[in-house]
């Protein structure tokens, strides 16, 4: 057993994680803590006769975590995707389900294939791990059940180990509040030439959704449980259902390998660690350990993760690395659930005591460990954090006055200096952070010393927008002009929906920032705001291109007026 600092770091994570589930084991009852803790039992009766309701497949397959010889693919088998109950219409017996996959998308040449159980334990969820397959190649892949098929989807493996390519490209996103608008940027994505998609988190929100989808104004009525904010377990199925059967998001999943982490809304607004939101349903510990665990159960349920990712209670297993050849190594971080508290009640705040105090940290301090022991250890030209809250200091005060988001790496200070007093004292190449969360697109220059322009810089950040969250946003903002002009290192803003589109090389990292006019309607186009590259070897952002906002018909808005009355129908104020 280690014995350095890091191995204490992360025998401490284990501590704590046992006491997660002593707090869980108190609460749980006996038949559902086995469960969640993988030792069952999960049923074996079997669906003798299979038929469905309903098209099983009607949430759509996905894969993810891409290998050099394997991927994870994923469905879920749910005739009747808006049942109530949570499970999708389906019988509480487990059905068998068979996978193939192919190197052409008709078929003919199938070759991997097995099949496995989809269990009402999990949603009828099912997680193959297919491994033996050619690195840096597509794949095509299906389900089938009862007789019925399920759509085709598309993946690839990553390069081969210790291999370089002469290029990779992804496209990261966050954030998609489905009451906030449509996934029009997805149908976009959908399209490109890309080899992978990371999600950031914020993929579903647990906020209720009105009968008439909000902003999407449904023809059809949606259940009145969704009315309600989810926090058991059959109503976060139900929540990702919704999400789901969107066809935009659907196609983006069949079109690539995502790799996806979590942030607060999956759970709950603003939580910390053990700790919930002030405003929480479950405001007691114990109360919001379950709800927690019923959360990240239904995360998992719902996303292209391997069993090694599945929870335990209270605890799943999201912070990995992938590496791609060596030209990028991602290592994916969850600062959500084993993070501090936030300082001084969370909120907007000058640097206090507790932002500032160096026992506190943000990833917590194994997770924090790991990542500093994988950068230290990287031969990767590219070393990609792919985390959730901004990392570079964001200042919203104008003037000499200080105001600061506490629930940012900005409200860890000495968290985040370890991180990038680590990457610069070690020499750690060409590091670059990938951010969600904020709803807007930002640039920034990473320095060790944010108060000083002059300070060296030794890493980027690109920080994306959201799919949805926030309606149809604006190019510029009074808040966005007022950071830009506070804060140097930051080097561009819009407030659009969209999402970032990357292209690597072996000597350019270039980031396109994809960007919508609106979302409050579909069908609306894409273009691209603004490009920055960073080279490697030469840290900071070089802006590579810049295009104005078209001009559009004014029927594409709703004014400000209609804005707040549709509001004030739904009852609640904008997203924050």
Known sequence: MRDDPVGRLLRNRHLASDLDRRKFLSVASGAATALVFGQGPFTTRTMAKQSFVDYPFQLGVASGDPLPDGVVLWTRLAPQPLDVSGAGG?????????????????????????????????????HVEVSGLEPARWYYYRFSAGGEISPVGRTRTAPPEGSR?????????????YSEGYYTAYAHMATEDLDLVVHLGDYMYEYGVPPNGGYRNHPEVLPDDLITEPVTLDRYRLQYALYKSDPHLQAAHAAFPWIVTSDDHEVENNHAGLIPEASSQTPSPEAFLVRRANA???????MPLRRSSMPAGPDMGLYRRLRFGTLAEFNVLDTRQYRDDQAAGDGTDPPNSESLDPARSL?????????????????????????QVFMAQRDFAAGADVLLSMDAWDGYAASRDRVLGAIADGG??????LTGDVHANYASDLKVDFSDPAAPTIGVEFI???????????????????????????????GQRGYVSCTLTPALWRSDYRVL????????????????????????????????????????????????????????????
């Open 464 to 494: 994306g927008t959201s799919i949805a969250s926030g309606r149809d946003g604006a190019d510029s903002t009074e808040t966005g002009d007022r950071i830009l002009a506070e804060n140097p290192h930051i080097k561009f803003f819009n």
């Open 296 to 302: 990240y159960r239904a995360y998992y349920e719902h």
């Open 428 to 433: 750690i190449e060409n590091p670059v952070v």
């Open 90 to 126: 389906m019988p509480d017996v487990r059905v068998r389900v068979r996978w193939e996959v192919a190197e052409d998308e008709n078929f003919r040449s199938v070759i991997r294939s097995g099949t496995t159980f989809a269990s009402p334990e999990l949603a009828h969820s099912v």
């Open 363 to 387: 990833p917590g301090h194994a997770q924090e460990a790991w990542l500093l022991d994988g950068l230290a250890s990287s031969s990767a030209t590219w070393n990609v954090i792919a985390q």
């Open 165 to 177: 390519p002469d290029r990779f490209r992804f496209a990261f996103a966050s954030c998609q509040m």
């Open 517 to 576: 006019p609106y979302i409050t309607q579909p069908g609306a186009e894409i273009y691209t705001r603004a490009s920055f590259v960073t080279e490697a070897g030469n840290p900071g952002l070089q802006l590579a291109d810049q295009n104005p906002v078209p001009s559009l018909p004014s029927s594409a808005f709703e004014t400000e007026e209609e804005r707040r009355q549709k509001d004030d129908r739904l009852g609640r104020g904008p997203t924050s």
